[in-house]
């Protein structure tokens, strides 16, 4: 088939802030290396004399929003050995409420910390639910007391991380390594230049859920020589030895293609990898073949009578719409190897030109589908597990415990994430689990499921709406709802529409292609704070998922 496309907030009381002006966002034609590039600047509160062990933890705890200087002053709470020991770049906690300090005698005491989120050393955010315990032990310093021993890393309010810290995308591969495969992580916009952290966290390889369905370049125990050096919208990196010893020179140009994909939100444009001690040896992303980084037409798709057709345009070259219109399709998911329509029992295989093959008559919910070919759908007999379908091809993927009340799914473009809703209740659950396959592209299972922010009332349709984004519609007192979802990001609630809607589809721009099917068929789009609908255009019978 021709492919239809182109290729949470607590202000923390102990501490003082300042705001001084930075230099303002990057500009076209130049590297951001700068070390501050936020708006606001927040000074900690030293250490009092006469504080007691209550007053030193909670201001130990507060000093993690002043990270100048290695967190200086938060190191001033400490004892010297202890100071040496603490590693702030080990996690970042997002706490909810102020941390809660309790005494076990004189020398040793707890912190409760109400924990939403925590983000790793190389920035992966992770939802977290419930309290964590942080313990210290204290001693008394020339009179005054001191920490003798702190949990590593830093405990901030969700108003001082988004201060603190900025989102950037790290692209990961699909196995065959001509598609992107995106991951959000988050790294101080004051700690070293973020060029040189992104750079560190690509080496360092996907989180441990992504990982069983990506591959990269950086070899496991490469690491970066020096700084980073700027030229211009190119940037040069020097790998040690191991990058080449663990998977040759041939290895540098994907990797450079990587690692500029990786740094393009900086300015870069243009990535050399050199090796240290090997002169001559070196490769450019501008050499390397492109990644495809998962851009579709962002005109929706939609089945106007017998007709599939994109908005504003004539009927597609390859018209599926009479055969659609044939079998009383409710959904049709496209991608370049064919598309799957659903009936609201009956999955089927369209291509032009040919009889819809049937997928399975058991269907629960909408079903989703890669570029290859390969149908994913959940059975109403089986709901512990997918279907897989490929030309008449079946196999099974078990789903994790809990996840058998499946009512929405939708895979990522790049066919290596599967992004699926759960009913709870008055709320739902969201999901993303990497789809791992075999070397021929066959899905064979799926990964540990990543958590995102739950979703009130009952989901009852999900779409990527980037590369990194979900929307998902849900309903709540029989009003809709929609919800826009960051993997391993913020989340975002959405103006609701004021007329029922039965479906959503994404481009891959967040909510600027985000589009809604309402119950009378027409095709709404945000704009500002409403929902308008497509001028122009009749009763649709559906809008097309575009993979």
Excluded at 156 to 176: K, N, V
Excluded at 177 to 182: A, D, I, K, L, Q
Aim: glycine fraction near 10%; charged fraction near 20%.
């Amino acid at each position: 088939m021709k492919r239809m496309l182109l290729a949470a907030v607590a202000v923390l009381g102990l501490t003082g802030c300042i705001t001084i002006p930075d230099a303002g966002p990057v500009q076209l034609g130049h590297v951001d290396t700068s070390e501050q590039s936020t708006n606001l600047v927040f000074l900690a509160q030293e250490p009092q004399p006469g504080a007691t062990q209550e007053e030193i933890i909670l201001g130990f705890l507060g000093a993690g929003v002043s990270p100048s200087g290695g967190f200086s002053i938060a190191r001033e709470y400490l004892t010297d050995a202890a100071a040496a020991r603490w590693m702030p770049e080990a996690q970042v906690l997002v706490r909810a409420v102020a941390p809660e300090v309790s005494l076990a005698g004189e020398n040793e005491a707890t912190a409760v910390v109400r924990a939403l989120s925590e983000i790793g050393p190389n920035g992966a955010l992770q939802l977290t639910d419930g309290d964590r315990m942080l313990e210290f032990s204290l001693a008394q310093v020339d009179g005054e007391w001191r920490i003798t021993q702190a949990p590593d890393g830093i405990v901030l309010s969700s108003y001082h991380f988004d201060q603190l810290f900025s989102s950037h995308t790290l692209h990961w591969l699909t196995p065959d390594g001509t598609r992107s495969v995106p991951e959000v992580r988050w790294f101080e916009r004051t700690a070293g230049t973020r060029a040189e952290r992104v750079i560190d966290a690509v080496l360092a390889g996907p989180s441990t859920w992504l990982s069983p369905a990506v591959s990269t370049f950086g070899a496991v125990e490469a690491s970066r020589v020096g700084e980073a050096q700027v030229d211009g919208t190119s940037m040069t990196v020097v790998l040690d030895f191991a990058q080449v010893r663990q998977l040759g020179t041939s290895s540098l140009g994907p990797l450079a293609a990587q690692l500029a994909a990786s740094l393009r939100d900086l300015g870069v444009r243009e990535v050399i990898v050199e090796v240290e001690g090997l002169d001559g040896v070196s490769a450019s992303s501008a050499d390397a073949p492109p990644i495809d980084l998962g851009a579709v037409d962002q005109r929706p798709l939609v089945l106007d009578g017998t007709a599939l057709r994109a908005i504003g345009g004539a009927a597609t070259v390859d018209d599926v719409g009479p055969t659609l219109a044939a079998i009383g399709a409710t959904s049709f998911t496209v991608g370049e190897a064919g598309g799957v329509a659903h009936t609201g029992t009956t999955a089927a295989w369209i291509v032009p030109g040919v009889e819809p093959v049937v997928v399975s008559t058991d269907v629960a919910v909408v079903p989703t589908v890669d570029d290859s070919g390969w149908v994913l759908a959940q059975e109403r007999g089986a709901r512990q597990r997918l279907l897989a379908w490929r030309d008449g091809e079946r196999a099974e993927l078990t789903l994790p415990p809990g996840a058998d009340r499946v009512t929405a799914m939708a895979l990522s473009r790049d066919g290596a994430r599967l992004a699926l809703t759960t009913s709870q209740g008055a709320s739902s659950e969201v999901w993303v689990l990497a789809v791992v396959r075999d070397a021929d592209g066959r899905p064979t299972t799926l990964g540990e499921p990543y958590r995102m922010p739950q979703v009130d009332g009952a989901a009852v349709d999900i779409t990527w709406a980037g590369p990194t984004q979900l929307a998902v519609l849900a309903s709540e007192d029989d009003r809709p709802q929609i919800v826009m979802l960051d993997v391993g990001g913020t989340s975002e609630q959405l103006p609701s529409p004021d007329v029922p809607v039965r479906a959503i589809v994404g481009g891959s721009e967040g909510g600027a292609t985000l589009r809604a099917l309402a119950a009378d068929g027409s095709v709404l789009s945000l704009r500002g704070q409403v929902w308008s609908p497509a001028t122009g255009l009749g009763p649709v019978r559906l809008i097309a998922t575009q993979q």
